[in-house]
């Protein structure tokens, strides 16, 4: 694969390319689904464009429950098309991308007044397992109370039926977005973030024929012609659909909010992912333990405030420590355990009478009368499927007759035809790399974000060996670079939250590194000693939102 860069230090060029050519397709929205869009069009052959008003992953796409799971919960509102759906789709991102998407084993206790008891559990798993295709060797395990005990003995035993142990996959929502975005620009496509629609361009026959921009990095507006725009903007549709001479009629979006909380490992050391019921409600929630942290959630309620700023609430946090402490009696959680949290916005598409966990989460497209293409609802687990449709339908549009490529098509740094290969990588590497004073753990930290593209952070850490003593200050440096000149990595937050999410799962180690990683930006941004106190100081709220439900 030819990995070019995609630097931060050229936006410019970038910029001016987006000015002056015209596009086949302009995709509006940086999240999972545009970053698909974008890369199913650019591999059929289009002339692509992708803008993003923020960073790239910045709204509901790094807020995810971060897994490529099957949907085993539909099953009870009978979508068997959609787990069908996503149960194959799950198996073709894992292959795409196996050092972001990774099998991870789920526990199911069946309890007492639980919402499937032992039979309907037992016969829902054997569904999930055929709908979804899965592997004989991940299908589903029935177990009995004192096997589920001795799996997981955190969990309560009084109310213990029984258990199903089953497969879905964990993965770094935000890394595979960036993958995706990566892989994209790999095939000629050109994605800018913090490139605002401001308006849209009409053709003289009243069809959308490109948009208004606003580089906030830049301070300038630019115009960008294309044949088709795509409106990829996740929570945002209806807010962009209202640019449009149309405006929003017929369906429109419907968000509710989820919450994501993160707890020491040690305050909740679960020795597999859990699904467990929440018995406030009758809802279920996810225990995901990740190296020194287990992450829980999540919540399902209606949101209607800022859509740029959804953060947990007290509520929300109590909510889900309720929850696990239930299931878990003797973790004994309280608010003061809890390192981290995340909020994220499901734009869903509005279904009168329904509650938030009732509502579909199917895609559906929207087809203005000026053609703007809106496309909405969906999962993570079916992005990339997503894209094919919406591709499908703009291939109709222009009366052209196109396949997509991405089914099998690897994303930047997921050369690897196993999980025994990527361990291979991990060990080769590791060799390689203790003559810098690397560790096995730095490694494998590294391989499970960039892949195969390690190889390029090595060589700049051998690079930087004579100039940055300490170990870990030098593979920081040498991570930072690649961030920035291979992923668009504007500033702090791009970098901690979305490109590494040390944010939301090494919040306690960031205290002594940022002003570490803002003078090696500043450094290599030329950033003036003004503008590094800015990026300084967004980080810092940042780093304080996710906490805000403590006051």
């Excluded at 309280?334 to 390192?339: A, F, L, R, T």
Aim: net charge neutral; glycine share 8%; charged share 25%.
């Amino acid at each position: 694969m030819n990995t070019g860069t995609f630097s931060a230090a050229e936006r410019t060029t970038w910029l001016s390319k987006l000015e002056s050519e015209l596009f086949d397709l302009l995709v509006i929205g940086g999240g999972i689904t545009g970053a698909g869009i974008a890369l199913d069009a650019a591999t059929r052959g289009l002339k692509v464009a992708l803008i993003e008003k923020k960073d790239f992953a910045w709204g509901t796409s790094s807020r995810s429950t971060k897994l490529i799971h099957g949907g085993l919960r539909y099953l009870k509102q009978l979508e068997f098309g959609l787990v069908h759906e996503v149960g194959i789709e799950r198996a073709i991102v894992h292959a795409n991308a196996p050092h972001v998407v990774i099998p991870e084993k789920m526990l199911l206790p069946i309890v007492e007044d639980g919402s499937l008891g032992k039979r309907l559990s037992s016969i829902g798993l054997w569904v999930y397992d055929r709908l979804a295709s899965v592997e004989k060797e991940e299908r589903r395990k029935m177990l009995e109370k004192d096997v589920v005990v001795g799996l997981e003995p955190l969990v309560r035993p009084d109310i213990l039926l029984g258990g199903g142990l089953y497969y879905e996959y964990r993965t770094d929502d935000a890394r595979l977005t960036i993958e995706n975005i990566k892989t994209a620009v790999d095939n000629g496509a050109i994605c800018v973030n913090y490139a605002e629609l401001t308006d849209f361009v009409y053709k003289e026959n009243g069809y959308v024929g490109g948009a208004v921009v606003k580089d906030h990095i830049g301070n300038q507006t630019i115009k960008v012609n294309a044949r088709r725009v795509v409106n990829a903007g996740g929570p945002w549709v209806d807010t962009i659909r209202t640019y449009d001479k149309e405006g929003v009629v017929g369906k429109r979006l419907h968000l509710t909010k989820g919450v994501h909380i993160v707890v020491p490992y040690e305050k909740l050391p679960l020795q597999q992912s859990v699904y467990f019921d929440v018995k406030k409600d009758n809802r279920m929630c996810f225990a995901i333990p990740r190296g020194n942290i287990t992450y829980i959630g999540t919540t399902d309620t209606f949101y209607d405030k800022s859509i740029d700023q959804p953060n947990a609430t007290r509520e929300d946090v109590l909510y889900i420590l309720e929850a696990t402490n239930y299931m878990f009696p003797t973790a004994k959680l309280n608010i003061s355990d809890v390192e981290s949290s995340w909020a994220g916005l499901r734009p869903l598409i509005h279904q009168d009478g329904k509650s938030p966990s009732e509502l579909s989460r199917k895609d559906e497209i929207f087809y203005s009368e000026t053609g703007l293409i809106s496309i909405a609802g969906g999962k993570l687990t079916g992005y990339r499927k997503m894209a094919e449709r919406v591709l499908n339908f703009v291939a109709k549009t222009m009366r052209t007759k196109s396949s997509s490529k991405t089914q099998k098509l690897r994303l930047s740094g997921g050369d690897f035809d196993s999980t025994e290969a990527i361990q291979a990588y991990v060990y080769k590497v590791t060799g390689e790399a203790k003559q810098i004073g690397l560790r096995l753990e730095h490694i494998h930290a590294l391989v499970y974000r960039y892949g195969t593209n390690t190889d390029i952070i090595i060589n700049k850490a051998y690079e930087l060996y004579n100039s940055i003593k300490d170990v870990e200050e030098r593979l920081l440096s040498a991570e930072i670079w690649y961030s920035i000149h291979y992923e668009m990595t504007n500033n702090l937050c791009d970098f901690l939250i979305r490109r590494t999410g040390r944010l939301y799962f090494e919040r306690p180690t960031l205290e002594h590194t940022y002003h570490y990683i803002a003078n090696q930006m500043a450094s290599m941004l030329n950033w003036s000693e003004e503008r590094k106190q800015k990026e300084v100081q967004d980080f810092e709220q940042a780093y304080a939102a996710v906490m805000n439900f403590k006051r």
